[in-house]
């Protein structure tokens, strides 16, 4: 009985022994297992044994495209970053040759207007479309004829230089200006004593005027004058009148103190820095009294107007059918 029992155990020489069964690597079981794994139609396969099966190397596909395209776009930015300098340098260009640039006040003769130190924003489209400037504007212009000699002249440093050369800061290489227009062409310009300041005879009442200073000056070297504007320049002056070397002080230059409107850079319109100095500039209410001059342009028309009705007057009393035949028709 034992041994029966050592067979039963082993498997050999009992009357129950069990058949042979086949290799697992043979049987159609395991090809079929085989077979399932790679199955399109059966999404739990395992073909490389670590769980992922053809969804998991799709997946992986996907994610990769996805991390090639961000990559893609990443340098594609790089590349298209000198692209976009280059077109924010040529708008900057543009800007400031022919709509907006920014200056810096050096001096106070235009307080309280002006401090120094403010940056202003000059309007130079205007000029482009045969704008002129008028009376009580604030306007930038270039040195007439060595208005700024013995003045310090700025070392600027080489990011001073790009920012001035794209319109961000002033340039120190241009010799400018920045005043008030007083007189426009035609106009009649007058210091007596101490003021007030007339226009074509008549008295400016002048707020924005420096506290404390008088609209004209007493001394012999410019302070008192009467002048008239010819055509194609403008008279300027400083707030600040008893700190400010204007057109009363170059009386002596090659334009007699005024300046060609070709000089005029542009209309100052807004103080823009520092912040606590942001204002516009508009023109002071001064200068709306109408103060009569008109261009010599103007002038010449309502002169013209009246000897042509006195010739057609004569005209018609001289000859009565070319009256009737006018009339007639």
Request: with cysteine; net charge negative.
């Amino acid at each position: 009985m034992g041994d029966v029992a050592v067979g039963a155990r082993s498997g050999h020489d009992g009357p129950e022994e069990q058949p042979e069964r086949p290799d697992a690597s043979e049987s159609p079981a395991a090809e079929d297992a085989v077979s399932s794994g790679s199955d399109p139609e059966d999404g739990g396969g395992d073909q490389d044994g670590t769980g992922q099966g053809t969804d998991g190397q799709a997946t992986d596909r996907q994610e990769s495209g996805r991390s090639g395209s961000a990559a893609k776009k990443q340098r594609s930015f790089w590349k298209e970053l000198p692209l976009l300098v280059g077109i924010a340098l040529v708008l900057a260009l543009l800007i400031k040759t022919f709509l907006v640039q920014a200056f810096s006040i050096p001096s106070d003769s235009m307080q309280h207007t002006l401090e120094t130190g403010d940056r202003v924003l000059v309007d130079k489209l205007t000029p482009w479309f045969g704008s002129e400037p008028e009376r009580g504007e604030v306007v930038v212009f270039h040195d007439p004829d060595n208005w700024l000699a013995g003045e310090p002249t700025p070392n600027p440093n080489a990011v001073q230089k790009v920012l001035s050369w794209i319109g961000l800061m002033p340039s120190a290489e241009e010799k400018d200006l920045i005043k008030r227009v007083v007189g426009v062409a035609g106009d009649t310009i007058e210091c007596k004593g101490s003021g007030p300041l007339k226009v074509n005879g008549k008295a400016l009442n002048e707020p924005y005027v420096f506290d404390g200073n008088t609209p004209c000056s007493v001394d012999d070297q410019g302070g008192q004058f009467k002048v008239k504007v010819p055509k194609g320049k403008i008279w300027v002056m400083g707030d600040h009148r008893q700190n400010s070397l204007d057109s009363r002080y170059h009386q002596q230059d090659e334009n007699h103190g005024f300046v060609p409107v070709g000089n005029v850079v542009g209309r100052a319109i807004v103080i823009a820095w520092p912040p606590n100095r942001w204002d516009t500039l508009p023109v002071p209410d001064t200068f709306d009294q109408g103060l009569g001059a008109a261009a010599p342009g103007a002038l010449g028309l309502a002169g013209a107007v009246p000897l042509v009705l006195w010739r057609r007057r004569r005209l018609t009393s001289a000859n009565p059918r070319v009256s009737g035949r006018r009339t007639a028709g």
